[in-house]
């Protein structure tokens, strides 16, 4: 039933990047509409997809990487359809399906098979460490493509046009921010417990704090030297470039603590 559910995702999805590109050229309020309730029929079927396999384990898919990229996946298209009350674009609407494409893409090479969690997993800070990871890096992908969008209009519109999503894209990478940080200080608590040490250097531990840096090197660059516009758009691109390489990388290439694959 979960495959079922994640292959018609899968097609609403690529449905959607269909209509994103003609309306690139031909964009009318029916075709807004349309995607509008494919991107929510599609997080539909995605929620039931989690909750079958919550039902089917009895507990909350936290404990692999296919289970995390799901949840990051739903995050997405929740901050994509709260995002897109406020700012529609052809482009954010066609770089938001793309991403979403491509992470149900890369969870289809993972393992899928449903596991008992390990014993180092089985914490309390397990559901709050993995719930901000998840807010953190869903604001963050969605910042990311708003960015994009920044990019692609920047010569095409007035820097007075385009101040509203600038600081849309700053109020996302502050939320992410806030609890990037969380989930820091919740892994850091949690580690202590299993392993002994706040901090052990492990891979996702240093990569999660270079992409921390990053992001606080954007707000104090924006607050300190009022970077915005084109320099801070092309810093929350690094930062979530970073961010994948956190999730992907370190997990597959980077043998450590954290490799729950």
Not at 208 to 235: E, I, P, Q
Request: glycine share 6%; net charge positive.
């Amino acid at each position: 039933m979960e495959n079922h559910l994640l292959n018609i995702c899968f097609a609403l999805f690529l449905i959607g990047i269909m209509i994103s590109l003609y309306s690139l050229w031909w964009s009318t309020e029916g075709l807004q509409k349309l995607i509008k309730w494919i991107i929510r029929l599609a997080l539909l079927f995605l929620t039931i997809a989690i909750i079958a396999r919550i039902v089917e384990t009895g507990r909350l898919p936290f404990a692999s990487l296919y289970e995390f990229v799901l949840a990051f996946t739903w995050a997405i298209l929740c901050f994509f359809v709260i995002t897109r009350r406020r700012f529609y674009s052809p482009i954010f609407d066609l770089l938001s399906n793309i991403l979403v494409v491509g992470l149900l893409l890369a969870a289809s090479f993972l393992p899928t098979e449903a596991r008992p969690l390990m014993p180092a997993l089985q914490s309390n800070w397990l559901h709050i460490h993995v719930f901000t990871a998840i807010i953190a890096y869903g604001s963050f992908a969605v910042s990311f493509c708003l960015a994009g969008v920044y990019m692609f209009q920047e010569n095409r519109a007035t820097v007075i046009e385009l101040r509203p999503l600038d600081q849309l894209i700053y109020r996302l990478v502050v939320l992410g921010f806030i609890f990037l940080s969380l989930v820091i200080i919740t892994g850091a608590i949690w580690a202590e417990q299993v392993w002994g040490n706040w901090w052990t250097w492990d891979p996702k531990e240093t990569w999660s704090l270079v992409t921390w840096l990053v992001y606080a090197a954007y707000l104090h660059a924006r607050h300190t030297y009022n970077w915005k516009g084109r320099r801070s758009a092309v810093m929350v691109l690094i930062g979530f470039g970073l961010v994948l390489i956190t999730l992907f990388g370190v997990s597959l290439i980077l043998p450590g603590l954290h490799s729950y694959i």
